[in-house]
């Protein structure tokens, strides 16, 4: 089962994955073990990973921010990217998923690069702050609890260094975000959200039909 932007059209989908996808072997079958678990659709799509690899090597990222880890991806394609004296924070609350995490951080050779931290993401990204870490990360992505994205952002803005990058998962809510009818909270959590961002000066931010909507903003000098 392959994870997809939501709003791509199969046929795109497929030529994306022909003509653009460069995965290395132990992503793919963490992809595929992922997507069997009741929760597969957490993970993020493969063109999207693609994505952040360029940023990440864009930025020459050193440190980064994995906030929502579920089963590892996310963060592995974080650490590929990094130098082997770079580091990943991972955040999560699941020792069931990030267990999986563990096991192909492991095989790749990576688990040195990545310190996860199983505590609520909030309490974490606050421990780092307190610890001296406020502009020391160069690139941050937020897919954790939806309710929590304006906090997480405000943190991860303190965290990320000037000329850094935030990257929001899910900013288009499998479309809902357009439909009048539709006011559950997580709705008009990321239709206020992403008003916010949009506004946002002390970033320069774009929005791209990637996964279920992928929103990077760079934090202005």
Request: hydrophobic share 40%.
């Amino acid at each position: 089962m392959t994870q997809q932007s939501v709003f791509l059209p199969p046929d795109i989908h497929r030529y994306i994955l022909d003509n653009s996808l460069r995965e290395p072997p132990i992503l793919t079958r963490l992809r595929d073990e992922t997507a069997k678990l009741t929760h597969g659709h957490y993970q993020i799509a493969p063109e999207e990973g693609q994505l952040l690899t360029l940023v990440l090597e864009l930025l020459r990222a050193r440190r980064t921010l994995d906030i929502g880890t579920f089963t590892g991806y996310s963060a592995m394609i974080a650490a590929l990217a990094i130098p082997p004296e770079g580091k990943v924070v991972a955040c999560d609350v699941s020792v069931e998923w990030t267990d999986v995490a563990r096991r192909y951080w492991e095989e790749a050779g990576v688990a040195d690069r990545i310190d996860l931290r199983l505590a609520p993401a909030s309490d974490t990204l606050a421990a780092l702050v307190g610890e001296g870490a406020a502009g020391s990360f160069d690139f941050a992505l937020i897919d954790a609890d939806k309710e929590l994205y304006p906090s997480y952002y405000e943190q991860a803005l303190t965290l990320v260094r000037p000329g850094g990058v935030i990257a929001i998962d899910n900013t288009l809510w499998r479309g809902t975000v357009v439909d009048p009818a539709a006011t559950k909270p997580k709705t008009e959590t990321f239709r206020s959200f992403n008003a916010f961002v949009h506004a946002d000066e002390r970033v320069t931010q774009v929005m791209l039909p990637l996964g279920d909507g992928l929103t990077l903003a760079r934090k202005r000098p």
